[in-house]
């Protein structure tokens, strides 16, 4: 089965600091792999996906992550946090042999101090 | 391009009453998702539509819950009858297709308050 971990629910940065969220994904086939972001009372806006092309994939806002399979990792960075930056971050993942299912992390939910 | 319209935006409702969610997802997307969002967690899918055909609603509790999605464009999401465990940001979204490699795009959500 297919799972998502997010490695702390809750991260506190200063601004321009650099921004680290951590996501490690279970699956037994490639995955193809997420980073949303929803500010509050709002949809999930899509920040960046893996879909087996650069393993190094760049978003919008600045942000970026890196697929590491040999880590079963997908971390979520940016160099320089903005105090728009504050929000909650979910990680994904989707897989052929699930239907295509999106199976979504708990969150982490980024604080950015000025 | 207008993206996926939900509404109400809110709700509250007592417990035993019963409530419904509609969603007009993006034009053009065949695939359409409803979502259970619990405060601190990440979304669960409830059912996921192709068209007008469920693909998956393994994961919705069809004692309570019901869906439809007539003409294979817009969608409604029926709870009756509403318990406590129900309140949640029930979230729509879609794609174009049945691409695993494809956005899903994503409403604003309904936020459902059950007292």
């Known amino acids: 089965a297919q799972s998502v971990t997010q490695l702390g629910s809750h991260v506190s940065v200063s601004e321009g600091a650099l921004v680290l969220l951590r996501c490690n994904y279970s699956s037994s086939v490639p995955p193809y792999l997420f980073w949303y972001v929803q500010y509050p009372n709002q949809g999930l806006q899509l920040l960046l996906k893996?879909?087996?092309?650069?393993?190094l994939v760049k978003g919008i806002n600045g942000f970026e992550a890196e697929f590491k399979k040999s880590e079963t990792s997908f971390h979520l960075t940016k160099p320089s946090a903005h105090m728009s930056d504050a929000a909650e971050y979910f990680c994904?993942?989707?897989?052929?042999?699930?239907?295509?299912?999106?199976?979504f992390g708990t969150g982490t939910s980024l604080t950015v101090i000025p | 391009e207008a993206g996926v319209a939900q509404s109400p935006r809110y709700k509250i409702i007592e417990k035993r009453q019963s409530v419904a969610f509609w969603c007009n997802p993006i034009?053009?997307?065949?695939?359409l998702y409803w979502y259970q969002q619990i405060l601190g967690q990440g979304p669960k899918l409830l059912i996921q539509?192709?068209?007008?055909?469920?693909?998956?609603d393994s994961q919705l509790p069809k004692d309570r819950f019901s869906a439809e999605r007539l003409k294979g464009v817009d969608s409604t999401l029926k709870i009756q009858p509403a318990k406590l465990e129900d309140s949640a940001v029930y979230l729509c979204?879609?794609?174009?297709?049945?691409?695993?490699?494809?956005?899903?795009?994503f409403g604003p959500g309904t936020r459902l308050l059950v007292l």
């Open positions: 979204a879609s794609n174009r297709g049945a691409g695993g490699a494809e956005t899903q795009y």
């Open positions: 994904a993942v989707r897989t052929p042999n699930t239907g295509n299912q999106f199976y």
């Open positions: 034009s053009g997307h065949a695939t």
């Open positions: 893996y879909t087996s092309a650069a393993t």
């Open positions: 539509f192709q068209n007008n055909g469920v693909v998956d």
